[in-house]
């Protein structure tokens, strides 16, 4: 991103980063994305990945909790209310 650009784009980071990785994604850039959201006030990532159908919850950016099918995905402190079977979150790769 040009300097001027990156200097005019805000500092604060979503409460929730949701990531849908994909072939072009690296695990270099996964990580750099996270440290630089967590470091700007991201309180929780969630990295979706469709091809073993599992999600890798971030509650910081070094640490993760794998989910799979079975398993539930809850909004955390972000979103107390959500609650969302992992395998709910691949049923379009069946259509």
């Given at each position: 991103m040009a300097r001027a650009m990156r200097e005019n784009c805000p500092?604060?980071?979503p409460d929730l980063v949701v990531e849908v990785l994909s072939?072009?994604?690296t695990k270099a850039e996964i990580a750099?994305?996270?440290v630089e959201s967590?470091?700007?006030?991201?309180?929780l990532?969630?990295?979706v990945d469709p091809k073993p159908e599992t999600?890798?919850?971030?509650?910081?950016?070094?640490d993760s909790t794998?989910?799979?099918?079975?398993?539930?995905?809850d909004g955390g402190v972000v979103i107390p209310e959500l609650r969302i079977a992992v395998e709910a979150l691949?049923?379009?790769k069946d259509n």
């Open positions: 500092t604060i980071g072939k072009s994604h750099r994305q996270l967590f470091a700007a006030g991201t309180r990532s969630w990295i999600v890798r919850v971030h509650l910081v950016p070094l794998l989910l799979q099918a079975g398993d539930l995905l691949f049923e379009w």
